[in-house]
């Protein structure tokens, strides 16, 4: 089945810093990945989702931006940080084979920006 | 659009009690349906899902939900609650569609367990 790593778990940056939060996937080939924010009584937001390397879909204009360089690796960045943009995001990913959308969700990253 | 309802943002239940989460979608078409839960600053785990057939679905650690197409709810249900039940329950539906389906979470409900 699917591991989903993700790192850093926490970051505490300034205002107009940048930022990069990895994630790899193990386990499946091919999937569809996705990036979500959860903010505190706000529930998981889609922020992205990518269905193949270089492949990038944003769902909601913002400060961010995503990538992916290979297979099983996503990558969410910002090249100056808000303080909006603190959060919770996790990272998940479904085998495309199967996609019924069930989704397998790292660990997450709890970003604080100050 | 394509939405999901948690009408209970916070719930506490004392351990041994039942439990009963409420869920409401609104989708044109028949649903997928999950719920998901999250332990304070963990990931989510799948709990149970819904694609079709038999509308009362089981998951794990004893979790069951129904699918009632009348009334457009897949409410999450346990017979008795354990303390380690205490965590943030998110129902989700599937949008079906495009170049990827796309999972809809609801805006979650945080139970706690009395003991």
């Known amino acids: 089945s699917q591991t989903i790593h993700q790192w850093p778990a926490t970051l505490v940056q300034p205002v107009g810093s940048p930022l990069s939060l990895e994630c790899t996937v193990e386990?499946?080939?091919?999937?569809?990945l996705y990036w979500y924010r959860q903010a505190a009584g706000r529930g998981l937001q889609l922020l992205f989702y990518?269905?193949?390397?270089?492949?990038i879909s944003s769902e909601v204009p913002q400060n961010l931006s995503a990538s992916r360089p290979q297979d099983r690796q996503f990558i969410l960045s910002s090249k100056k940080l808000l303080l909006s943009d603190s959060g919770f995001y996790l990272c998940?990913?479904?085998?495309?084979?199967?996609?019924?959308?069930?989704?397998?969700f790292g660990e997450g990253s709890r970003l604080t920006v100050l | 659009a394509q939405s999901v309802t948690q009408p209970d943002i916070h719930i506490t239940v004392s351990e041994g009690a039942s439990l009963e989460l409420r869920c409401n979608y609104s989708?044109?078409?028949?649903?997928?349906l999950f719920w998901y839960v999250q332990s304070p600053g963990q990931g989510l785990q799948l709990l149970l899902k819904?694609?079709?057939?038999?509308?009362l679905v089981q998951g794990i650690k004893g979790f069951e939900a129904e699918f009632k197409r009348s009334q457009s709810s897949f409410n999450l249900r346990k017979p008795s609650v354990h303390w380690s039940d205490a965590a943030e329950y998110f129902c989700?539906?599937?949008?079906?569609?495009?170049?990827?389906?796309?999972?809809?979470f609801g805006t979650g409900t945080l139970l706690a367990v009395q003991p």
């Open positions: 998940a990913c479904t085998d495309r084979l199967g996609d019924t959308g069930e989704l397998f």
């Open positions: 386990g499946t080939s091919n999937p569809n």
């Open positions: 990518s269905v193949g390397i270089g492949q």
């Open positions: 989708y044109g078409a028949t649903p997928y």
């Open positions: 819904y694609f079709s057939g038999d509308t």
């Open positions: 989700a539906v599937v949008l079906i569609g495009g170049a990827t389906n796309k999972l809809i």
